[in-house]
């Protein structure tokens, strides 16, 4: 069964708002895409190069360059096993769900600004 209008609306509008207060939950609920063959070619060459750095690094007594062809193969798979960056959400989600330019700001975790809100009331409730 499709969703109406209004469902899609308030969807897209609760998507918006996930993005902007969380990028990296949101970005962790995205679905995962196929690697591009690219990435791993790139990857594969940077190992392939790393290795020649290591066995010339041994065979001709140089630790450093054998250094330097270990951390390429790290630097390589890294590159190959990490998850490519999905561009952020551009610009501001305003309460009524638009979205505006520029960049929101940080004003701290939530909980705990509601906490300290509820702590202060209690203690107005209670008296000194």
Known sequence: MPLSEYEQRVLEQMERQLTSDDPKFATSLESRTV?????????????????????????????????????TMFAAVAFALARPRAPGPKGVVRPDGSIGAGRARRRGPRLMRRLEERWDQRRQERGP
């Open 35 to 71: 690697r591009p063959g690219v990435r791993w070619l790139i990857a594969g060459a940077g190992l392939v190069v790393g290795l020649l750095l290591l066995v010339a690094g041994v065979s001709a007594s140089q630790p450093w360059l054998g250094v330097v062809g270990f951390v």
